[in-house]
C-alpha cells in the first residue's frame, strides 16, 4: 500500500505566496504519512493576464517554484508530483510543464501538456492557451514511483482517449490529471471523465485540482480526486476550499481488476 497526499488549491498572481503553500504542503503530506503528492495544474502561477503574467515566466532553471518544491521535496523526502508550472522555452513560447521530483530533489521526469485549451464556452468565456503555450509531442511515464509506473497528463488532455489508451498499453498503475477546470466544464463532465479514465486504463486516476475564485477573476471547480481501477471514488475534496487530502493506493487492486476486466490483453488493433 502506498499512501498519497493530493493537494487541492487556490493558485493566485504571486509565484512567492503559491511557492510557500507548495512548501507548506510538502512538509504537511510527509507528516501525514505520504510517500508523494500531488498538487494541481498551474501550481507556480494561474493569472489570465498573460501581460502581468509574463514577468514570472521564466526559464527552468530560474523558476523559483521549481526550486522551493526541489529543495521542500528533499527536505521531507518525499516525492512530488509537481501538476504543471508555466516555463519558458528557448523559442520564445510558453510550455505547460509537469514535473515529478523525487526524493533527493532530482527531477525524475518531464511532461508537456500535449492538447491546448481552446474553446469558446456557452457561458462566455474564451480560452486560447495555443497563443502562448506550445504543445508537447511525447506520452511520458515514470517508473518506480511510490504508486509504481506513473503517467503523466495535463487538465485538458482528459477528453483524447488515445492519450489514455497509450498510458493503458504501458500498463501504467496510475495515472495523474492536475487540473485547472472551469465551472461549467468541470460540473457537467469532471467526475465522470476521470472514472471512465480509471475504468479504461485499469488504473489508479490521481487528479489533483484548482478551486474556487482566484485572484485574476476565474472561478475554478475543485473536486480533486482519486479513482481506483473500478472507477470507484476513494477522495474528492469537494468544490468550496483548498486542502490536502490521503489515500491509499493498494496495487493489489490493479492486479484484481486487470484480471477480473482484462481489457487492456484483449484490445484490438482499429483499422479504417
Given at each position: 500500500?502506498?499512501?498519497?497526499?493530493?493537494?487541492?488549491?487556490?493558485?493566485?498572481?504571486?509565484?512567492?505566496?503559491?511557492?510557500?503553500?507548495?512548501?507548506?504542503?510538502?512538509?504537511?503530506?510527509?507528516?501525514?504519512?505520504?510517500s508523494i503528492m500531488f498538487t494541481p495544474e498551474m501550481s507556480g502561477l494561474l493569472d489570465r493576464d498573460?501581460?502581468?503574467?509574463?514577468?514570472?515566466?521564466?526559464?527552468?532553471?530560474?523558476?523559483?517554484?521549481?526550486?522551493?518544491?526541489?529543495?521542500?521535496?528533499?527536505?521531507?523526502?518525499?516525492?512530488?508530483?509537481l501538476g504543471s508550472l508555466a516555463i519558458a522555452r528557448d523559442d520564445g513560447r510558453w510550455a505547460n510543464r509537469s514535473f515529478t521530483i523525487d526524493p533527493t530533489g532530482a527531477?525524475?521526469?518531464?511532461?508537456?501538456?500535449?492538447?491546448?485549451?481552446?474553446v469558446d464556452l456557452a457561458s462566455?468565456?474564451?480560452w486560447r492557451?495555443?497563443?502562448?503555450?506550445?504543445?508537447?509531442?511525447?506520452?511520458?511515464?515514470?517508473?518506480?514511483?511510490?504508486?509504481?509506473r506513473l503517467g503523466l497528463t495535463i487538465c485538458y488532455d482528459l477528453r483524447f482517449p488515445?492519450?489514455?489508451?497509450?498510458?493503458?498499453?504501458?500498463?501504467?498503475d496510475a495515472i495523474a490529471i492536475p487540473a485547472a477546470f472551469t465551472r461549467p466544464t468541470g460540473a457537467a463532465h469532471w467526475h465522470v471523465l476521470q472514472r471512465a479514465r480509471a475504468i479504461e486504463a485499469s488504473a489508479y486516476v490521481?487528479?489533483?485540482?484548482?478551486?474556487?475564485?482566484?485572484?485574476?477573476?476565474r472561478e475554478t471547480y475543485g473536486h480533486s480526486l482519486v479513482v481506483d481501477p473500478w472507477g470507484e471514488v476513494l477522495l474528492d475534496l469537494g468544490g468550496v476550499e483548498p486542502g490536502l487530502?490521503?489515500?491509499?493506493?493498494?496495487?493489489?487492486?490493479?492486479?484484481?481488476?486487470?484480471?477480473?476486466?482484462?481489457?487492456?490483453?484483449?484490445?484490438?488493433?482499429m483499422h479504417t
Amino acid at each position: 500500500m502506498a499512501r498519497i497526499a493530493v493537494l487541492q488549491m487556490t493558485t493566485g498572481i504571486d509565484p512567492v505566496a503559491n511557492a510557500q503553500t507548495l512548501v507548506n504542503a510538502i512538509g504537511a503530506a510527509a507528516s501525514g504519512g505520504a510517500s508523494i503528492m500531488f498538487t494541481p495544474e498551474m501550481s507556480g502561477l494561474l493569472d489570465r493576464d498573460r501581460v502581468r503574467g509574463t514577468q514570472h515566466i521564466v526559464p527552468e532553471a530560474d523558476n523559483p517554484v521549481l526550486s522551493a518544491v526541489r529543495e521542500a521535496a528533499a527536505g521531507a523526502s518525499i516525492w512530488v508530483a509537481l501538476g504543471s508550472l508555466a516555463i519558458a522555452r528557448d523559442d520564445g513560447r510558453w510550455a505547460n510543464r509537469s514535473f515529478t521530483i523525487d526524493p533527493t530533489g532530482a527531477i525524475a521526469a518531464r511532461y508537456d501538456k500535449i492538447h491546448m485549451f481552446d474553446v469558446d464556452l456557452a457561458s462566455g468565456e474564451s480560452w486560447r492557451e495555443s497563443n502562448a503555450y506550445a504543445p508537447g509531442d511525447r506520452v511520458v511515464t515514470v517508473d518506480q514511483t511510490p504508486v509504481g509506473r506513473l503517467g503523466l497528463t495535463i487538465c485538458y488532455d482528459l477528453r483524447f482517449p488515445a492519450l489514455f489508451q497509450a498510458l493503458g498499453a504501458a500498463r501504467c498503475d496510475a495515472i495523474a490529471i492536475p487540473a485547472a477546470f472551469t465551472r461549467p466544464t468541470g460540473a457537467a463532465h469532471w467526475h465522470v471523465l476521470q472514472r471512465a479514465r480509471a475504468i479504461e486504463a485499469s488504473a489508479y486516476v490521481i487528479a489533483a485540482a484548482q478551486v474556487g475564485r482566484h485572484e485574476d477573476g476565474r472561478e475554478t471547480y475543485g473536486h480533486s480526486l482519486v479513482v481506483d481501477p473500478w472507477g470507484e471514488v476513494l477522495l474528492d475534496l469537494g468544490g468550496v476550499e483548498p486542502g490536502l487530502g490521503f489515500a491509499e493506493i493498494d496495487p493489489g487492486r490493479i492486479a484484481e481488476v486487470r484480471a477480473q476486466l482484462p481489457s487492456l490483453a484483449n484490445r484490438r488493433p482499429m483499422h479504417t
